[in-house]
Structures are given as structure tokens and as C-alpha cells.
């Protein structure tokens, strides 16, 4: 049984230019994909299993060969093989979907997908491959590809050696016979991005927008292969870059593609909503009430009526916590935009209990039983003075140290 798969509108048409409905983004493949199905040792297989093996061909580039391997159904579950060929047949064409939305990743967007299910007398002892057919050139222009598929893909890649896997071979054939599946790859035309705008909106009342630079800039693979992952990442670095210059509600909205068929161009558009412009209001903290609230703000990396910076509240909570007095703790803005152009900060704190003791013994041939302890006082007077009492005694040997600390002195 051959079935086609070809992307809705990747065909060549008698204009010049095509809509795409949007980079499709490589992410995780298919249905059930965040389940190991490895992770079960004592699964029973169907008498009727069918084992199989798989080969694949055209694939443009060891990179994309890689996600192949790494993305499949067939390949995830190959080890527990199907319990029947027309699931078998199922399962490869559902992976023909995959196959286009890495392809398409990769700025392949008029590629094509073969599927074949066939039965065989008996598979081969060689594992299944993925063969490429471009040129290395072509093929190393892999780029960078989401965290998200490679943290996807590695639940199935990162299995314990120590999980014994079912024997579907063992020394009789399968119930169910074998099978291979063949995928056969027409990539097509890599598409280069010929341009990317990043298109600032609603920036606030009578504020005309801000200013920052092209997506080239970002890392937009612009002139490049249309790489989705790339494309993205420069999305992302142009909002932070927004957060980092007063806007810290901005959002991206849209993202709007066009397709020249003919020259294989995409031009790219990013909608991008900044939001207005605010300062640092008020701090607010909330969970130390053993700690000075004006101690707590002298740690401030900002100081109120000062434009916007999320790096600096990531560096407030850096601090507060590096002071040894909490347990976990964080700073922020209100989640929605608040009325005005000030936004409050919000300090969420918890603390430690304040003071550790520990008594201990201790015996060496030396110096024979000894013992020693400890007590620390971690806020003493509440403003993180810290006061350390260390003694140790044996009959040879007696000695007390103390240790006085005031942070944030004057």
C-alpha cells in the first residue's frame, strides 16, 4: 500500500506568490509521545505481533536524518513491534505528518512524503537506517533546533541500560511475520528567508513605539535556509530585549508568512505588542516578618521611579536569597499591566528557621573521645546579623571560637 502526503499548498501555483498559513514548528510529533513504552519490562506482547525494520531515504542532511530517528513512532516503538500490519500501516503514515513538519523546520517547504508497509520472508540483522541524498553542503545546514524537540525526543533516546527489553525475536519467527517500512524523502527546494520585519504595536497612549533593532539582529537567519528554530529564538530575544528597555508586558500577537514559490523565498512577519512603558513603583515585601523591610530594600539593584528592567528583578531575588535568611523567594510585577505608567514590585519571601545547633562526637587514636558543637544565629537583631559559637573539648584540648557578622554595614 503507497500512500502520498503533501503539504497543503507547497505545489507550485500559476502566481507568483502563495499564503502560508505560518512557520510550522517542530515540536512533539504524534499522539502519546511524552510515554516511554520501553519503560514497561513485563508488557505482554500480542501473539500477532509483527516485527519489522525501517528504511528511509532523501532525508537532506544528517540533522534531519537525526530528528527522523529520533521522532518516529515506528522507530519509538519498533522494539515492541505492531500488533498487526494495518496498524503497522497506520502508524507510518501518521509518522509522514512528522516527517513534513521537520522538514518544513528545516526550511524545506515543498518536500514530500512516500510511505510504504510491506511484508518480508525476514528482516535484516543490520539496524534500521536513514539515508540521505543531498550534497554534504546541503546537509550540514542543519542549524540550531528547538530545545523543546530535543528535550521531546531525548524521553526516548535517554533509556536506563538496565530495563530489559522484551525479546519479540527470540528463536522462533513472530506470529505475526515481518514487515518493512520504507519512507521515502523528496525534499524539494530549501527556501531562503529573504526578510524579516518585527512589527511593533500598541505601545501604549499617544507613545509612538520603541525603537530596536532588525531581527537580523536576534539571530533571524535572514539571507539564510528558513530555519523555524532560528526564526523563533529571534522572536524571543527581540522580546526580552523589550522587557529589558521599560516594556514588561510585551507579547508577541501573530506571526504572518508569505511564500514566493518561484524564487523559494518566505518573507516573515512578526506582531509584536509592547505594550506601554513603565517605571518601578512601590516594592511590597511579603513573608519575612522577622526581617527589617528597609534592610530587605537595600539590596535593591533599582530604585523606584527607574525605568523597567526584569534583569534587575532577577537580580533583586538573586541576592535577597544569597543573604542565607530564606528558603526560596522571588520578585516580580503584577501579572497584568497595571493603571498608570508605575508598576509595584512584589517580594515573596520564606524563611529559614534562624538558628542552627549541632553537637557531635568524635574518636581517634590520638587524642581519644572528644566532642564539639555549634550554634548560629542568623538574624540576631533583624538585619541579617549573624553570630557562630564553635567549641571542641577533649582531655588534651579545649578551644571556643566565636564570629560576629553585620551585613550591609552603614
Known amino acids: 500500500m503507497t500512500t502520498q502526503t503533501r503539504r497543503s499548498g507547497s505545489r507550485r501555483l500559476p502566481w507568483p506568490t502563495a499564503r502560508i498559513a505560518g512557520i510550522t514548528l517542530l515540536v512533539a510529533s504524534a499522539a502519546g509521545c511524552g510515554r516511554d513504552f520501553n519503560a514497561f519490562p513485563d508488557l505482554d506482547v500480542p501473539e500477532t505481533a509483527v516485527d519489522y525494520d525501517i528504511v528511509v531515504t532523501g532525508a537532506p542532511g544528517e540533522r534531519a536524518a537525526e530528528l527522523i530517528e529520533e521522532s518516529l513512532l515506528v522507530y519509538r516503538r519498533q522494539e515492541v513491534g505492531a500488533q498487526s500490519l494495518a496498524l503497522l500501516r497506520r502508524r507510518a503514515n501518521a509518522d509522514a505528518e512528522t516527517v513534513l513538519k521537520i522538514l518544513h523546520s528545516l526550511g524545506f517547504y515543498e518536500g514530500t512524503v512516500e510511505v510504504d508497509v510491506d511484508r518480508v520472508a525476514a528482516i535484516e540483522e543490520e539496524p534500521a537506517t536513514v539515508k540521505g541524498t543531498l550534497s554534504s553542503a546541503a546537509g550540514a545546514v542543519g542549524g540550531a533546533v528547538s530545545g523543546t524537540v530535543r528535550a521531546v525526543t531525548g524521553l526516548f533516546r535517554d533509556r536506563p541500560d538496565e530495563v ?8 522462533d519467527p513472530p506470529p505475526g511475520g515481518y514487515a518493512r517500512v520504507t519512507i521515502e524523502i523528496a525534499p524539494g527546494p530549501r527556501f531562503v528567508l529573504a526578510e524579516h ?7 501604549g497612549p499617544e507613545a509612538p513605539p520603541p525603537t530596536i533593532p532588525a531581527a537580523r539582529h536576534f539571530g533571524s537567519p535572514v539571507g539564510g535556509p528558513a530555519l523555524a528554530a532560528e526564526i523563533v529564538a529571534a522572536e524571543g530575544e527581540a522580546l526580552q530585549m523589550l522587557k529589558q528597555i521599560g516594556r514588561p508586558y510585551a507579547e508577541q500577537l501573530d506571526r504572518d508568512s508569505v511564500a514566493d514559490l518561484e524564487q523559494n523565498q518566505i518573507e516573515v512577519d512578526t506582531f509584536i505588542a509592547t505594550g506601554r512603558e513603565y517605571v518601578f513603583g512601590d516594592t511590597r515585601i511579603e513573608g519575612a516578618p522577622n526581617v527589617e523591610d528597609d534592610f530587605l530594600l537595600s539590596y535593591r539593584p533599582y530604585v523606584t521611579g527607574e525605568r523597567v528592567d526584569t534583569r534587575a528583578l532577577e537580580k533583586y531575588q538573586e541576592r535577597l536569597i ?13 501579572e497584568e499591566p497595571p493603571v498608570g505608567d508605575s508598576a509595584p514590585v512584589l517580594v515573596q519571601l520564606e524563611e529559614r528557621p534562624p538558628r542552627t545547633v549541632a553537637l557531635g562526637l568524635e574518636y581517634s587514636t590520638d587524642i581519644g573521645t572528644a566532642a564539639n558543637f555549634s550554634f548560629e544565629h542568623r538574624n540576631l537583631a533583624g538585619r541579617g546579623e549573624s553570630v557562630a559559637v564553635e567549641g571542641f573539648g577533649s582531655f588534651e584540648e579545649q578551644r571556643v571560637t566565636t564570629r560576629f557578622r553585620k551585613p550591609q554595614w552603614r
Open 197 to 203: 520585519d518585527l512589527v511593533l504595536l500598541d505601545s
Open 164 to 171: 530489559e527489553q522484551p525479546d519479540l525475536l527470540g528463536d
Open 322 to 334: 544569597d543573604t542565607g535568611l530564606f528558603d526560596a523567594g522571588s520578585a516580580r510585577l503584577p
